[in-house]
């Protein structure tokens, strides 16, 4: 493996390098998948998150010292193939946190907030975005509030490091097991992102990245009543359309009134016009020396209501200026005949019968009806 990835370092920085955090070592991977080279091992990926160099790397100046480079050699030494002794490795005490804490994550740390996984993880992809620096292993420890070991781990005395022991042949690229940083525990626990870029606004996704409960509100007696309220409203706006929908297709009917009344008896009745039955029934009074007719209101030109105008004595059409005498004959303006007179009889108890369903008329140029027997009563 060493010679295979020997030379090949991709993107990653040449030694001496300080420590990587997992989205770099992440994006190197993809990298090296995309450009078909040798992917990195788990013993290349702790050497770099610890900042020592890989197996198949020269020693250099890498951080750790001798002490750390020794260590590595004696893990490389237990993975070879033809090794037929295992080396035991005295795991550490504490997690060594490498790296800095920049200005703006002390100031995060000085506000005394802890952060959640998921607001670093949302903070280092937002840092890519930005072609940021990620944060590193001390950043993230102190933001989540955990204790670290800042100091370098001593080296091991080979007396207790090294416990030779015959044992059966190892399998290729085994690398001693190191506990997990923080930054490992923020990056592989939690279900795995299925966006890419920052979520849409409204959606479950973009509400559990900001650390908001895509929940609804709470179901309370008051948001109940509240609900039920707008409920209420939406039906009665509904039902109201729907009667003013069905009330369109309804017939429109106009209440006339009754065609056959009663008006009094012939001695309520002093000669001239009477016009009391106007407004209701549509008709006029007249009485003469002679007999009692009922002149129907009604214009012969259009159809409009004639004005009663006792001070000159005669009828007048407001509408287009006919003229009708005392009697309801036309002698002026457009009309074409006299006005209609309305069918007249006593009643069983003496009072005059008017049937305006009933008129007679007196057409031009033809004989009168107003003679006949109905169109008036005898005074």
């Not at 750390?68 to 033809?82: F, G, L």
């Not at 802890?114 to 975005?129: D, L, M, N, P, T």
């Not at 606004?201 to 409960?213: P, R």
Request: hydrophobic fraction near 40%.
């Amino acid at each position: 493996m060493a010679d295979e990835n020997k030379g090949t370092l991709g993107h990653l920085p040449p030694l001496p390098r300080q420590a990587l955090n997992n989205s770099v070592i992440a994006m190197e991977q993809g990298y090296r998948q995309r450009k078909g080279l040798p992917l990195l091992s788990d013993a290349d990926i702790e050497a770099l998150k610890a900042g020592m160099p890989m197996s198949w790397e020269d020693g250099g100046s890498a951080p750790g010292g001798s002490a750390a480079t020794a260590a590595a050699a004696a893990v490389s030494e237990s993975a070879a193939p033809d090794s037929a002794v295992a080396v035991a490795v005295a795991p550490p005490v504490a997690v060594a946190v490498t790296g800095s804490i920049s200005e703006e994550v002390a100031k995060w740390v000085a506000q005394g907030k802890k952060w959640s996984k998921s607001a670093i993880a949302a903070e280092q992809a937002r840092r890519g975005r930005k072609s940021l620096a990620p944060l590193n292993d001390a950043e993230i420890t102190a933001l989540l509030g955990e204790p670290a070991e800042v100091e370098p781990a001593a080296a091991v005395p080979a007396a207790q490091a090294v416990a030779q022991a015959v044992v059966p042949r190892p399998a290729p690229r085994a690398a001693a097991a190191a506990a997990p940083s923080a930054a490992a525990s923020v990056a592989r626990e939690g279900q795995s992102t299925k966006y890419v870029g920052t979520p849409a606004v409204g959606t479950s996704k973009a509400a559990a990245a900001g650390g908001v409960a895509s929940v609804g509100p709470e179901n309370s007696e008051i948001n109940r009543s509240r609900r039920r309220l707008v409920w209420c409203a939406v039906a009665a706006f509904l039902v109201a359309w729907f009667l003013a929908f069905l009330r369109f297709f309804l017939p429109r009917t106009l209440f006339e009134p009754a065609t056959s009344f009663k008006i009094g008896y012939p001695a309520d009745f002093g000669l001239g016009v009477d016009t009391k039955f106007q407004q209701r029934y549509r008709i006029w009074v007249d009485r003469t020396p002679d007999r009692i007719f009922v002149i129907y209101a009604r214009c012969t030109h259009l159809g409009c209501t004639p004005d009663w105008k006792p001070a000159e004595n005669k009828f007048k059409c407001p509408c287009h200026g006919s003229g009708y005498d005392s009697e309801g004959i036309n002698f002026e303006g457009p009309a074409p005949r006299p006005m209609d007179r309305c069918h007249v009889e006593i009643a069983p108890d003496g009072q005059i019968l008017v049937d305006a369903a009933h008129l007679y008329q007196q057409p031009k140029g033809q004989p009168t009806q107003f003679n006949d027997p109905g169109a008036y009563l005898p005074a």
